[in-house]
């Protein structure tokens, strides 16, 4: 079994910068692409950013040059950092672990942490 808890999510104004952490753990976490998703109110739940088991990213055309994603393995802890944030980005921010980058293939998730940015 794995468990996947997020933190740092919170309130910030337009164009200001969170750090979002997901902490791991149960199984060995070298393995697995960590991902974060992200919903909106309203809207279906969406991919944001993944990283492989090798460290390589994937973003989001939406985020692209303002979120990097990494990972500690470590500590058994990936980061999300989120810089020039906008409005549009306000959502229930979501940790997952699994084979790829598509919902469908997560096989872990977290709770979730909110990010509220206002305008």
């Known amino acids: 079994q794995v468990q996947l808890v997020e933190s740092g999510g919170g309130l910030v104004q337009t164009g200001g910068s969170l750090r979002l952490s997901c902490a791991r753990s149960g199984r060995t976490f070298t393995s697995y692409t960590m991902g974060w998703f992200r919903q909106a109110p309203g809207k279906e739940r969406e991919f944001v950013a993944a990283?492989?088991?090798?460290?390589?990213?994937y973003y989001a055309d939406s985020v692209k040059g303002r979120f990097t994603m990494s990972r500690d393995n470590a500590k058994n802890t990936v980061y999300l950092q989120m810089n020039a944030l906008k409005p549009e980005d306000t959502a229930v921010y979501y940790c997952?672990?699994?084979?790829?980058?598509?919902?469908?293939?997560?096989?872990?998730w977290g709770k979730g942490t909110l990010v509220t940015v206002s305008s």
């Open positions: 990283i492989t088991w090798s460290g390589d990213t």
């Open positions: 997952a672990a699994g084979r790829g980058f598509s919902d469908s293939a997560m096989d872990y």
